[in-house]
């Protein structure tokens, strides 16, 4: 149920994803693991994203409480995400670098580097978003030489692209592009460093 309600959404039948969504919410007894009472919220959230950011936000925190009292590590870890990203979409930069913070932190100690450089492409923005656009361009510049990455798609490849123009533009195209080589010559252990530096320094 999750898979299909997550593949709706993803496609853009907002509708359909909603109505697996409800029906999981119906499935739900008292003898399921309570993990599992995030599913229906976190993919109703992701679902609405787009179309209703408010209520994807409030979704999302029902999916991360719910997920964070069955000890889901990984469920934990991609709502965080979410949450954070809705954060950072409603201009809310303070609650959305404490959860990057911690959801950084959370993939670097499970040791799931895919999960990992994707969520660091959501830091881009929010450094960016908290002036700090050398250190966004820089890891822009790691994400771009991870084999381990996976690839961007739809709307956050729209907003990827758009970012990249953002950073250039308020770089100049002479410092972009050193921020750009600099972060590409990281290492993956360089790379982790240099974003627990910058997410440290940095302030809302």
């Known amino acids: 149920q999750l898979n299909e309600?997550?593949?709706?959404?993803?496609?853009?039948d907002i509708d359909a994803a909603r109505a697996v969504t409800d029906a999981m919410r119906a499935d739900m007894t008292?003898?399921?693991p309570p993990d599992l009472a995030a599913y229906a919220p976190y993919a109703a959230g992701e679902a609405l994203m787009e179309r209703d950011p408010m209520r994807a936000r409030e979704l999302m925190e029902e999916a991360l409480e719910r997920a964070r009292a069955g000890?889901?590590?990984l469920m934990t870890g991609v709502t965080m995400v979410s949450a954070a990203s809705?954060?950072?979409r409603l201009d809310e930069p303070g609650p959305a670098l404490d959860l990057f913070r911690e959801v950084v932190a959370h993939w670097r100690q499970l040791g799931i580097r895919t999960m990992l450089w994707t969520t660091l492409r959501n830091v881009v923005a929010l450094l960016s978003t908290l002036d700090a656009p050398r250190d966004a361009a820089v890891l822009l510049g790691e994400l771009r030489t991870r084999d381990n990455a996976a690839p961007v798609y739809g709307a956050d490849q729209d907003r990827l692209a758009t970012l990249e123009q953002v950073l250039r533009a308020r770089l100049g195209e002479h410092a972009y592009s050193q921020a750009i080589a600099t972060g590409g010559a990281?290492?993956?252990d360089e790379a982790l460093r240099f974003v627990g530096g910058a997410l440290a320094v940095v302030s809302a």
């Open 86 to 88: 809705l954060r950072l």
């Open 71 to 73: 000890h889901d590590r």
């Open 186 to 188: 990281m290492t993956d």
């Open 5 to 12: 309600a997550l593949a709706h959404g993803y496609g853009g």
């Open 30 to 32: 008292p003898e399921e």
